[in-house]
Structures are given as structure tokens and as C-alpha cells.
């Protein structure tokens, strides 16, 4: 039966997937049926980790099945989740495969930060369980040689895929074909197994199998391709080739039989080698007499390659179902986020534009006391305009609904901030221990420092202090135009009696009553109350647009592996919002159009008007009540803006506190297991360089001495050892004299109080055997007919080197941002 090189599987540290995963839903989607979803999805992908990671797995097809499934479902949930370092960190930790761990050390084992470590890490796990797998099939018929080849080639690591090729190729031989072709197969499989023996004779944590059955699969696959080619140069009549290949295919099963018969027996290919050598050289005795030539002048075998390594495609798992189907990839994510921006951005920029028409409109009309100024024409009662106006501030809470709205602006500010530092502080916190450690490590501490990591994050927290700064400057805008109309906006609070009797009276101007210039006027004004009921629906209208970009973004992935956010975007709101916008802007050249007639009109209107200082003084009180009135409307609405921004902001900020904190937990894990590495390595080192060790150091202890030999020896060997017995002797003299000497200088020393008692030294190791030279895949392989020779020679079979043991939320309009 073949021998076949099985793997170990990976060992990997238990991992909590729940905790982060489930953070990241609740806080990118909203409390429904959709993140419920979400949250048991990442349930079931944690149970998925611990039933192929947690449990030792069996030799079986269905152990091999939830391996591939968890490696699907990474393969699937990557695109969907922002695993990096400063993101979404999800630490993994694996241990060496081949690594047997030590007393106090343990197995070397590394952590990072990536999903691609983990996904790496499991596919080699299936492969290594695949191999262990088909090392177990029956390869004595087609059936396990088909299992065999199936299991090896899952994974398709470079170990496992020239194994593949080999199965394969001795599968063809099975079914009789041509020699010339199974020659070069196997010619190409000796070639695979001298890459493989390449890439790991320097790795010291192998089993010790791997390097001779690798050195004798590549022996005997090149011993079957001198065998087929000699079958060749027979039926060419090369007579003298084919016994010069048959020899050199003998030589090498016969350095396979010497060197590695523990591992690899090759006495079948051996003997039928030998018999079709001793058929050719009676053939070629008696009959022929034809020149056997050397090794190195026959034509080099070709190669061929049965099949080649492809790229891994999941699913790999026959039964994989996504468990995060309906959600959709990062990149459609951060593009329909960066589509909600652009869409705010139209809404806000269109909506605002008409907000400040319509308060440069009631400004202007204020100015020109209209239309209080067409009402007032008796001179002693209050305009309608005005006390309609006074009831409207009356009945949203006056001053005091102001006021509050005032007093809780700071306390809002104070928790953003605090909520702000508290997450910087973190960072801070935990990049000086980084900085520490780093000082104190230096080139052991190799992880990414923590200030390369915390920049985007340090920039987003820098973006949100500086919208802080920028949201006090404008409510210190709005306090001040309070104080400016507080005591007219406290006027228009009062009973109507009250209020009438603070307005100033004035000679009637009833002759103006039905006059035509006084008609004109109303028209016009109402033509403007007129335009703004429609600017209030066409707010609604555009505010209440809407669309789901998801589908044209999945589209433009699927097709072109990438996302034109800007192009798709701007080329949708564009549709969406492109008859709005000119909309918006017939509003705003008819309102021009208008309060030019209103001025034209409003200037004859004067002209008629008695003048008086009685008149002027009354106009001036309603133009002040009018100007109080639309500044307390503006001032509420700024106040609320603001209020609902502080707490749009505190939402953003506890997640970017929420962020801050998982990266700094996630940090502060693989801190502790760095350094628990760290220490482990400090642990394994010699505590002191190796150095000489005297001789009668290194003694054996030994047991009774045994009772003396008489030995005869020549006089010269006598002389020899009665001198070496004297030389002995006088220093023994010499060692008992300085004993003693030290004994009487210590006897006549004062005591000195007891000193801590010093490890003794560490035990020098002895040094490292150098290993034997490292075998040459190359040198088994037949040269081109030109080449001299480099491949083992038939007396020096090739030696294996044996294993060394040694955003923030849209800004009030008020703050001078859109929104």
C-alpha cells in the first residue's frame, strides 16, 4: 500500500462573535423584524464557529462538512460586515499545527485582528482533515484511489495538491496508458514532491516522517519514470538506453530501500525494475550489442501535469446557506449611506432656500408695517394682523416655552462633550500603554502602534468638537436676538387690553378706507400669504420624497465588482428632485416680482397718509410688534433645531463611544496576549550563553567503582601512565593546598549577616549538532543531454535533513448649515 503524508489541524482559542456582531446590528439597523433577524444570524454563526472550532473533529465526511460551511459563511458575511483593526475588531487566535508546545512555554500560537487569519486558518484545517481522510482510504483499488483523490483535493494546498497529481497519475497507469505519457507524469510528480521536500526541510516543528517519505515519493516517482521510458527506448530499439534507465530506476528504489525502508517499502516496484534490468542485459549480451550510455548523456524526460491548481471558489459546502442573506454587502451599505448624505444635502439645500425667501419676505413686510399699517385706520385699536399674532405666541408657551428651550441648551452641550472627552480619553489611555510597552519591548512589541490605528478615529473626533464650536457660536446668535425682541415679544404676551394700551394712538385716516392703492395692496399681500401656503406644501411634498437606491447599487456590484456611488447617486436625485427645483425657484422669482409691486404700491400708500408724530410713533410700536412676532416664530423653531441636534448628536456620539471602546477592549486583548507570548518566550531562553564545560564536569555518575583489571601493557605504554599518574597526583597537591589555604582566611574572618542566596547558574546547553547536508529535490531528476549530472549519484543516495530540535446629524438651518 502507498504512504501518504497526513496533516494536523489547527487549535484556535475560543472567540465571542456575539458581543461585537450584535453591537454593530443594533446600532447600522433599527429595531424591527430586520435586526431581530440579524441578531439570531449572528447567534447561529458563533454556535457554527464553536461546532467546527470548539470540539475535536472526527475522521469523517460530515466533520469535513461543518469545516466547509463555516469557511462558506466567513466567505459570505466578509462583504457585509466592516471587519478591520479600527472598525469592527474580532481578534482570532490559533496555535501551530506542527508546534509540540513545551513544559512551561506552551505551542506557539499568534492573534490578529482578521478575518482573512481566520478564514486561512479554517481552510487549512479542512485540507489537513481531508488529508487525514484519504490517508486512511483503501488505495489498493479505484474506488479508494478516487476517494482518496476526491478528499485531496479540497483546500488544494501545495502539500495535498502534489499527492492529487501523484494518485492521479498512478490511477492512469492503472488503466494502461501509454508509457510516454505515465513517464512524464511521473516525471512531474518527482518534481512536486522536490518543491514540497524544498519548502519544508527548513521548517523545525514537522512531523518526522514528512521529510523522508517526501525524499522517497520523489525517488520513486523519477525510479517510475526512468522505468516507462525505458519501455519507450525498447520499442525505439535503443537497447543501450533502455538498460542505462533501467539501471538508474534500480539505483534509486535501492537508496529508497537503504535509507527509507521505515517509512516508504518499494520491494514490488523493486523487483519488477530488477527483472525487466536482467531481461535487457541478456537481450543486449547475446543479441544485440548495443552501448549502454552514461547517466548524464540520455534525453530528458518531459512532464506533464494531469491537472493544475485552481483558484478557491465557494461555496465549498454542498449544503451552505447564507445565514445573512437579506443583508447586504459593506460597500451597497456605505454607498446608501453616503446617498442618504447627498439626499439630505437636496432636501435641506431646497427647503432652505424658501425658508429664507419667506423671512426676508415677512422682514420686508414688517419694515413696511404691512399689512398692520392697512388695518390701522381708525388710530386707536389694534390691527387684526397684530392680535392675531399675539394670540399665536401666546398659544405656544410665550416667553416661557422660549426660555426653557434656552435653559436646556447647555445641559445638552455639556453631555456631548463629555460624552466626546470620556471617548478620547480611551484612546489616549490605552495608546500611552502602547507607547509603553513598546519602550520597553522595543522589536517584540510588533503589533500596529496604537496612534497609526486611532487616526480616523481621532479625525472623527476631532470633526465632532469642531460642529460643538460651531453650535455654540450659533447659540450665542439666537440668545442675543432674543434679548434684542424679548421685551416686544413679552408685549405681544400681555391681555389685549394691555397691549392696546401700550400701542401708541393716532388721528384716523379713514378717508383712505376703500381708496384704490389700499385695494392694490391687500391683492398683492395676499398674493404673498398665497405663495407661502405653497411653499409650506411643496416642503412637504419634497420632504416626503423617496427611494431605495440598495437595488441599483447591488445591480452595479454584481455587474461591475465596484460601486460609482457619485455617478448613480447624482444621476437619481437629479430625477427625483429636478422638477422640485424648479419649483422652488418660480416661488422665488415670484416673491421678487411681488414685493417690488408691494414696495411701488406701499410708497403711494404713504403719500396719502396723514403725517404725523403721533402716526409715525404707532407705526413704529406695530412695525417693532410685527418684526417680535416673526423673530419669536424663527427663534422657536431655531431653538428646536437645536434641541433635536444635541440630541441627533448624542446618539451618533455614544456610537462612536461604543466604537472607541470596542477597539480599545479588542486592544487591550491582544495586549494580553502579546504579552503573555512575550513572557513565554522570555520563559524559554537560555538565562546564559553556552561556554565550555570542564571535563570533569560533563562525567557520567556512575555506580560502584568496579574492582581493578590487571592489564598488560608494553613499557612504553607504562612510562606513559606512570607519568600521567604523577601529573595527576601533584595536582591534587596543588588543589588540597588552596583548599586549605581558603579555609584558615575564612576562619579568621568576622561573620558578615547572611546574604540572599543566588541562583545558581543555568545549565549551559550543549551546542546544536549541525545537520547533515539538505537533499537536493533536483538531484534525482535526469539531466537534459547536455547538462552534467546534479541529482543523487547511484552509489550516494540524496540525505534528508533531519528536523532541527531547537457623520454627524444634519445642522439647524440656524447654525448656518443646511439642515
Not at 521536500?197 to 518526522?208: I, T, V
Not at 525524499?215 to 525505458?230: D, P, T, V
Amino acid at each position: 500500500m502507498a504512504t501518504f503524508i497526513s496533516v494536523p489541524l489547527k487549535k484556535s482559542s475560543e472567540a465571542d462573535l456575539v458581543k461585537p456582531l450584535s453591537k454593530f446590528v443594533t446600532a447600522t439597523y433599527s429595531a424591527g423584524e430586520e435586526q431581530g433577524e440579524y441578531i439570531r444570524a449572528v447567534e447561529e454563526l458563533n454556535k457554527l464557529r464553536k461546532n467546527a472550532l470548539g470540539r475535536p473533529l472526527d475522521k469523517h465526511e460530515s466533520s469535513l462538512e461543518i469545516l466547509l460551511r463555516y469557511y462558506d459563511q466567513l466567505c459570505a458575511v466578509e462583504p457585509k460586515f466592516p471587519f478591520s483593526e479600527n472598525q469592527l475588531c474580532l481578534t482570532f487566535t490559533w496555535k501551530d499545527a506542527f508546534d509540540k508546545g513545551s513544559l512551561f512555554g506552551g505551542s506557539v500560537k499568534l492573534a490578529l485582528a482578521s478575518l482573512g487569519y481566520e478564514k486561512t486558518c479554517v481552510l487549512f484545517n479542512a485540507a489537513a482533515l481531508a488529508s487525514q481522510i484519504a490517508s486512511e482510504q483503501n488505495l489498493d483499488n479505484d474506488e479508494g484511489l478516487k476517494a482518496a483523490a476526491k478528499y485531496y483535493q479540497v483546500g488544494v494546498p501545495p502539500h495535498i495538491y502534489i499527492v492529487e497529481i501523484t494518485v492521479s497519475c498512478r490511477d492512469m497507469m492503472l488503466n494502461k496508458m501509454k508509457d510516454a505519457v505515465i513517464a512524464k507524469l511521473a516525471n512531474q510528480a518527482a518534481d512536486f514532491y522536490g518543491d514540497a521536500f524544498k519548502q519544508c526541510q527548513y521548517k523545525d516543528n514537522l512531523p518526522k516522517e514528512v521529510l523522508p517519505v517526501l525524499a522517497a515519493k520523489h525517488c520513486i516517482m523519477q525510479a517510475n519514470a526512468e522505468l516507462h521510458q525505458s519501455v519507450l527506448a525498447k520499442q525505439k530499439k535503443r537497447f543501450g538506453e533502455e538498460i542505462a534507465r533501467l539501471q538508474h530506476a534500480a539505483e534509486l528504489v535501492k537508496t529508497v530501500a537503504s535509507r527509507y525502508d521505515e517509512y516508504v517499502s518499494v520491494k514490488d516496484l523493486s523487483d519488477k525494475i530488477n527483472r525487466a534490468l536482467a531481461a535487457a542485459k541478456k537481450d543486449n549480451d547475446f543479441i544485440y550489442h548495443d552501448r549502454v550510455p552514461e547517466v548524464k548523456d540520455l534525453e530528458h524526460i518531459g512532464k506533464a501535469a494531469l491537472v493544475k491548481a485552481t483558484a478557491i471558489t465557494p461555496p465549498l459546502s454542498q449544503k451552505f446557506t447564507d445565514l445573512f442573506e437579506k443583508m447586504v454587502p459593506m460597500a451597497v451599505q456605505q454607498s446608501m449611506s453616503i446617498y442618504s448624505q447627498r439626499k439630505a444635502e437636496t432636501v435641506n439645500r431646497l427647503v432652505g432656500s424658501m425658508r429664507e425667501a419667506t423671512n426676508l419676505c415677512n422682514g420686508v413686510l414688517a419694515s413696511l408695517n404691512l399689512p398692520a399699517a392697512l388695518e390701522d385706520l381708525s388710530g386707536d385699536s389694534i390691527p387684526q394682523s397684530i392680535a392675531e399674532k399675539a394670540r399665536s405666541i401666546v398659544q405656544q408657551g410665550g416667553l416661557q416655552s422660549i426660555e426653557q428651550l434656552i435653559k436646556d441648551l447647555p445641559e445638552l452641550l455639556t453631555r456631548n462633550r463629555e460624552i466626546l472627552d470620556e471617548s478620547l480619553k480611551m484612546l489616549d489611555d490605552e495608546e500611552t500603554t502602547d507607547n509603553e510597552l513598546r519602550t520597553k519591548f522595543n522589536q517584540r512589541w510588533n503589533r500596529t502602534p496604537s496612534g497609526d490605528l486611532y487616526k480616523p478615529l481621532r479625525a472623527e473626533g476631532t470633526n465632532f468638537r469642531n460642529i460643538l464650536d460651531k453650535a455654540v457660536q450659533a447659540d450665542q446668535v439666537v440668545r442675543d436676538r432674543y434679548g434684542s425682541h424679548c421685551d416686544m415679544i413679552a408685549l405681544l404676551c400681555k391681555p389685549e387690553n394691555e397691549l392696546n394700551a401700550a400701542i401708541p394712538s393716532a388721528n384716523p385716516t379713514k378717508t383712505l378706507q376703500g381708496s384704490e392703492v389700499v385695494n392694490v395692496l391687500r391683492s398683492q399681500l395676499a398674493q404673498l400669504d398665497e405663495m407661502k401656503k405653497e411653499r409650506e406644501t411643496l416642503e412637504g411634498e419634497i420632504k416626503a420624497v423617496t427611494f431605495d437606491m440598495s437595488t441599483a447599487f447591488l445591480t452595479a456590484l454584481a455587474q461591475d465588482g465596484a460601486i460609482n456611488e457619485e455617478q448613480l447617486s447624482l444621476s437619481q436625485l437629479d430625477q427625483l428632485y429636478g422638477a422640485y427645483n424648479q419649483r422652488v425657484q418660480a416661488t422665488l422669482r415670484t416673491q421678487e416680482e411681488l414685493l417690488g409691486q408691494v414696495q411701488t404700491s406701499h410708497q403711494e400708500f404713504s403719500s396719502l397718509k396723514q403725517s404725523n408724530t403721533e402716526a409715525n410713533q404707532r407705526e413704529e410700536v406695530l412695525k417693532k410688534l410685527a418684526s417680535a412676532h416673526d423673530s419669536y416664530v424663527e427663534i422657536s423653531s431655531n431653538l428646536r433645531e437645536g434641541t433635536k441636534f444635541y440630541n441627533d448628536l448624542t446618539e451618533i456620539l455614544l456610537k462612536f463611544q461604543n466604537k472607541c471602546s470596542d477597539i480599545v477592549f479588542a486592544r487591550k486583548t491582544e495586549r494580553d496576549e502579546l504579552l503573555k507570548e512575550l513572557q513565554q518566550s522570555i520563559a524559554r531562553e537560555p538565562s546564559a550563553p553556552n561556554f565550555s564545560v570542564p571535563a570533569y564536569q560533563s562525567t557520567p555518575a556512575a555506580g560502584p567503582t568496579p574492582a581493578p583489571r590487571t592489564v598488560f601493557v608494553s613499557s612504553n605504554s607504562r612510562s606513559q601512565t606512570l607519568n600521567t599518574t604523577e601529573h595527576y597526583k601533584r595536582q591534587m597537591v596543588v588543589y588540597r593546598s588552596v583548599f586549605l589555604l581558603l579555609s584558615a582566611f575564612q576562619a579568621q574572618q568576622p561573620q558578615q549577616p547572611q546574604q540572599a542566596q543566588q541562583q545558581p547558574p543555568a545549565k549551559p546547553q550543549p551546542p546544536a549538532r549541525p545537520p547533515p547536508p539538505a537533499f537536493t529535490p533536483q538531484a534525482a531528476s535526469t539531466p537534459p543531454t547536455n547538462t552534467p549530472p546534479t541529482g543523487p549519484p547511484t552509489s550516494n543516495p540524496p540525505p534528508v535533513a533531519p528536523p532541527s530540535q531547537a457623520q454627524g446629524p444634519p445642522y439647524p438651518s440656524y447654525q448656518g448649515y443646511p439642515g
